[in-house]
């Protein structure tokens, strides 16, 4: 997911994504415990995820309340 796609996001669907991407990354941490992770880089990859939609939340907030 790219900054710019988040940026043009509103605040509701930001919380969404966040859920969503939250959702995914306890799925994925499951299948690597069980040892059916197929890509484990996809792990890193939905955490940078999470990480860039956060930032841009805080980044709407402080800018504009």
Do not use: C, H, Y
Not at 21 to 33: I, M
């Amino acid at each position: 997911m790219k900054a710019r796609e988040i940026r043009e996001m509103s605040r509701e669907e930001i919380e969404k994504k966040i859920d969503e991407l939250e959702e995914e990354l306890f799925n994925l941490r499951f299948q690597a415990k069980m040892g059916q992770l197929a890509n484990p880089l996809q792990l890193r990859l939905v955490r940078r995820d999470i990480a860039r939609v956060k930032t841009i939340k805080n980044e709407k907030a402080t800018v504009a309340p």
